[in-house]
């Protein structure tokens, strides 16, 4: 399987803790935030990673140097302007839909759970039905490990699958998109081309339900730490200090 890592975001809201460097480099106990997502890649198995970059784009690919030595082929894929994080796998359609399906990372994520799982999961769910489009890693903020980042909201069933999505209200209920998906290939065709900048969790997902497709959620079994602001970056650090997360 393929993955696609994203990792072409302004930096912004961080800015003040990089000095504006790409934060996907941002070191999380000693180790840039894209280096564990490609090891983290690779201990799963994952030989082919596609990461899409825009801003500071050369010192990205720089850091990440010879790409073997994490266990992966790291192809680049420069965007401009940016597409968002569905378009950036549209502009890859020939690439990633070579292989029944692939997955979704967001570069600026620190993962700590069982990637393995949640691709099997979603491998058991397609069996089964054949409407599947996606298999969704999720946390819940009482349960799981998280730096109070929470972003959009997935509602589901009582079966665990998607019902719907809450973006730009974090007090929702519902459990956290972890920003990691297993995506089938099919998918690809229902996204805009570019230039249209397009995102997961704002409009393709979204739009597949409409249409009749299915997903699923999955709950993770470890810890997703976002690090977009100085405040969750410092949890993240404090985390590995204390030894709460490895």
């Known amino acids: 399987m393929r993955a696609l890592v994203l990792a072409a975001g302004m930096s912004t809201r961080l800015a003040s803790v990089t000095g504006g460097a790409p934060k996907p480099l941002t070191p999380v106990a000693g180790i840039p935030v894209l280096h564990r997502n490609l090891l983290w890649l690779a201990k799963t198995g994952i030989k082919e990673v596609f990461v899409n970059l825009h801003y500071r784009a050369e010192e990205i690919e720089a850091s990440v140097g010879t790409s073997e030595k994490f266990g992966v082929q790291v ?3 420069h965007e401009n302007p940016i597409l968002g994080t569905a378009g950036a796998a549209k502009k890859l359609e020939k690439e990633l839909g070579a292989e029944p399906r692939f997955l979704v990372v967001y570069g600026d994520n620190v993962f700590g759970f069982d990637l393995q ?7 058991a769910s397609k069996r089964s ?16 490990i998280h730096t109070g ?6 509602t589901t069933d009582a079966g665990g699958w998607v019902t719907g ?20 290939s099919s998918v690809l065709k229902e996204i805009p081309p570019p230039p249209a900048a397009t995102d997961w969790g704002r409009d393709v997902f979204p739009k597949l339900l409409q249409s009749g497709l299915r997903l699923k959620a999955f709950t993770i079994d ?4 976002g690090i977009d602001t100085p405040e969750a970056y410092k949890t993240a650090q404090d985390l590995f200090a204390s030894g709460r997360v490895k």
């Open 75 to 77: 192809t680049w894929s």
């Open 117 to 123: 799982k949640l691709i099997a999961t979603h491998e």
């Open 129 to 144: 039905e054949l409407q599947l489009a996606a298999t969704i890693a999720c946390f819940d903020i009482h349960r799981n």
């Open 149 to 154: 980042i929470a972003g959009g909201r997935v």
């Open 165 to 184: 999505f809450v973006e730009g209200q974090p007090s929702a209920s519902g459990l956290v998109n972890a920003a990691c998906y297993v995506v089938e």
């Open 222 to 225: 470890g810890y997703c730490l």
